[in-house]
């Protein structure tokens, strides 16, 4: 029972290591395949992480002016209930007839009676009777310039 044959054995031997020898080699190439497929997903995971961190801080940015918005919403309506009162025991309505027309005194000193310019005129005057005359360029002339275009 325990006789073997040389010349089977050894080759038996040789198929097991070569069948071995495969498999190893499967088993390298199998790992190579999953050491790239975590390279890859580590930087998948790191990528989603950078946009969970910047939707965080939109979303803390988003928090913080909505808190504003809200706070200045019940401001306004505090401050208009206020003047819902306020208006309820005065009322501010002005009648036109109420509205007195004031007639506004000219801030230009009118001078003598003399209608041409002279030394005596200020340069708001000499602007205004440059810009009657049509003079182009009078808000940039001094008050020397204006009187010589106002006097040709």
Do not use: C, F, H, Y
């Not at 027309?101 to 205004?128: C, F, K, M, Q, S």
């Amino acid at each position: 029972m325990g006789t073997k044959t040389t010349t089977g054995g050894k080759s038996d031997k040789t198929s097991k290591k070569a069948s071995a020898e495969r498999r190893l080699d499967v088993a390298k190439a199998t790992i190579q395949e999953l050491r790239t497929t975590v390279k890859r997903l580590e930087k998948a995971v790191a990528k989603l992480e950078g946009r969970a961190a910047d939707l965080a801080e939109k979303a803390a940015s988003a928090k913080k002016a909505r808190k504003a918005a809200v706070s200045r919403a019940e401001k306004a309506e505090k401050t208009a209930r206020r003047s819902s009162k306020s208006s309820k025991k005065s009322p501010a309505v002005v009648e036109p007839e109420a509205v007195v027309e004031t007639e506004i005194e000219p801030t230009v000193e009118t001078g003598p009676a003399t209608d041409v310019p002279d030394e005596t005129w200020n340069v708001v005057r000499l602007r205004a009777a440059a810009r009657a005359q049509g003079v182009t360029g009078a808000s940039r002339m001094r008050k020397d310039d204006l009187l010589a275009a106002l006097l040709r």
